[in-house]
């Protein structure tokens, strides 16, 4: 049976069961990713060597003769020939076979012209691997390409990112002074990434929401130097908390592998007492886990659809709930906003899909698409985008998102007074009553 991961940044299909995985998503350093250990050794790779006669190191490789599929398309001779040119005629020397063969490889990767489609050197792979300790030096928040901008998806919960005032759908410009045009997510995770105790400083580009004394909201663009302290980010993924009027809110940070015992457990605690209405809170969930998500929705809606698979344009699988429906009967709001991605939008889409809850906050990521991972012999590895996702209605999300049944927005003016607008609305939903202002 496969599985398959659901980040704003990789969702991964893994079709050998028999192999050992390792899935992360990096907490630590702002990216969002997940990588399998081995898959079986590909064959391909051994079936001829190649050396570089500037530097006397065996590359493992298919020679000049192309996959099957490709002969009468690509004369890979011409790769081979352009190697050789720019091993004999560089003016530096000895060049790094290496380095040349990896860079070949991630432009392959970049060439498909998709975002969440990357190669990975073994040095990254190994550092997703260390990540499955569960605590990792960083700023804590995730990171990603959209529109062809770095941007933050989501600063996780108390973290020095958000203690900093990193906000979802920032921008990143700079990293400390390096550009961000043109980087892939991976460039930029490597230069945020650092050890505890040091500084990174973000340049980033803002939409600030205010509202004058009439209530009508402006919105301005406004660029941010936010230095950022990095430490140790340890992150639980879920969490509830009891409100007035028999409510209780749910905040699911990710979608990790202990992420729907967690909520399990906590409903069995919520569903001891007497409840009147459910908050759960997806906001600033960047994804993780697909059947964590299923699972999860599957509360709501027990074993229907809860998410479609499709591949160039045809329908290929269905993925059902796998909960109790142990909340169906239970008012619901969930809330999102634009740090929700991935498998937060399977779960909000299948319940916005089937009317069992109400959406308040703001539009979704818009993460819609499937990855594969695969680790080649070296240890580095590459991820691919093989496949498309709908709602049960079939939905398509990816770069659209999950728009909200009820828009509220959160302004700059709510953050710095520790208001929270949506959670007051998904309240007054409940409660039939308006939440009381906060004192400030």
Known sequence: MSEQINTPFTAIKRPYPTAFWLVVILLMTVGSYAVGARTERDNLLDQGFTTSTSAVVKLRGIGSQPPSGLVKQVDFKQFWDLWELIDAKFYKQPLDAE?????????????TGDPYTSFFEPKVAEEFTQSLAGKFDGIGAEIGIKNGQVKVIAPLPDTPAARAGLLAGDAIY????TSTEGMRVEQAVSLIRGQKGTTVTLTVGRVKISKDKNDKETKQAVELKVPIVRDTIAVPSVTHKFLPNDIVLISVSNFNNDTYQEFSKALDQILAKEVKGVILDLRNNPGGFLDRATAMAGEWVGDKVIVVERRQGKKVDEFHGAGQGRLRDIPTVLLVNQGSASAAEIVAGALQDYQVATIVGATTFGKGSIQDYTELVDGAGVKITVAEWLTPNERFINDVGIDPDVVVE???????????????????????KTAAPKSN
């Not at 700079?174 to 002074?177: G, N, R, V």
């Not at 709510?414 to 007051?424: G, V």
């Open 174 to 177: 700079l990293i400390d002074t």
């Open 410 to 432: 959160i302004t700059e003016e709510d953050y710095a007074t520790a208001r929270d607008p949506q959670l007051d609305k998904a309240v007054e939903i409940l409660t039939g």
């Open 99 to 111: 380095k040349l063969l990896y860079g070949a490889m991630t432009g392959l990767a970049q060439a």
